[in-house]
């Protein structure tokens, strides 16, 4: 990729965003990173952000400042968002105005599951984004092993993992440093033209596997449980989540408890060039070193 290029990080400062800015700059891909709030400048540049533009995904205008002199978009939406579609919908337009060369968007494993929201959501961007006549490049990454972090604490206090679903759904989870590379390494490589990539995990693992694989690591009894959805949904509400957004989640998650969201690994391991991270290595790295 040619140094004068410049690339548009959408979500730059959330979980995802971080990490991948972090991949972009390690490759040494000049990024400028959107934030709504300008106060997220200085901890973007000390992640390597060459720019910042400060803007709301729902303001056109900001986003058209934004797009400006950028030849790649990175769109990472954040999650659940309601207007995900029409989001994806305006930066379209405004790469094909601005002549945006290349556009990555960060969609999800099976956005087809339409009895999940944003999964359907995902799935109109797509659309949107294959119709478009853009360069693009579609990423479905599976579901974090990083959610294993909110739930540490407690699963040190209780001996307990005790996700809202079927201790029995499995799922492909996936390290989001894996999936950071992998999109560097799309954006900033040719080749990756007109693809959609799933983005699995090497193993389909159930929270009974989880902690069976905790259990030997830590080397105590953990013991998995499908937490009260009930139960989740209601501390969502004591903690002033909106009403549509838990409805999202009470779907995902029943959904996840029916039919869990598995895949295959092999489409990781060749855009990675190497093995992806195992469940067990990501909590040794995380906990254990
Ligand atoms: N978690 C998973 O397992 C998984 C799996 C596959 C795909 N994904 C997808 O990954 C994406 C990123 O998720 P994430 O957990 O990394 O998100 P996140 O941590 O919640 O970050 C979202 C970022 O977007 C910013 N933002 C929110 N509303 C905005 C607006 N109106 N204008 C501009 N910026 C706005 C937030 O700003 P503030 O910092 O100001 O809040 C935040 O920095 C989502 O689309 C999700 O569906 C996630």
Partial sequence: MSTSELILLTGAAGKTGRKVLQALTARQVAVRALVRRPEQE????????????????????SLEAAVQGCSKIVHICPPMDPGETEIA????????????????LYSVLHPLLSDVPHHHRKLEAERALVNSGL??????PARYMQHLLPLWDRLQETGVHDMPFSIDAQFCVVDL????????????????????????GPQNLSQADMAAILSRLLKRDIRAEARSSQDYLERMAAAGMSAARIENFRLMNTHYDAHGMTGNPRVLRWLLDREPTTYEAFVRREFLS
């Fill in 177 to 200: 440093i894996d999936l950071a590379e992998v999109t560097a390494r799309v954006t900033a490589e040719p080749g990756h033209e007109q693809a959609t990539y799933q983005l699995a």
């Fill in 42 to 61: 200085e901890a973007m540049r000390s992640l390597g952000a060459a720019d910042i533009a400060v803007g709301d995904l729902y303001d056109t205008r």
């Fill in 89 to 104: 919908e305006t930066l379209i337009d405004l790469a094909q105005k601005a002549d945006v060369r290349h556009f990555i």
């Fill in 135 to 140: 360069t693009y490049t579609i990423l479905q």
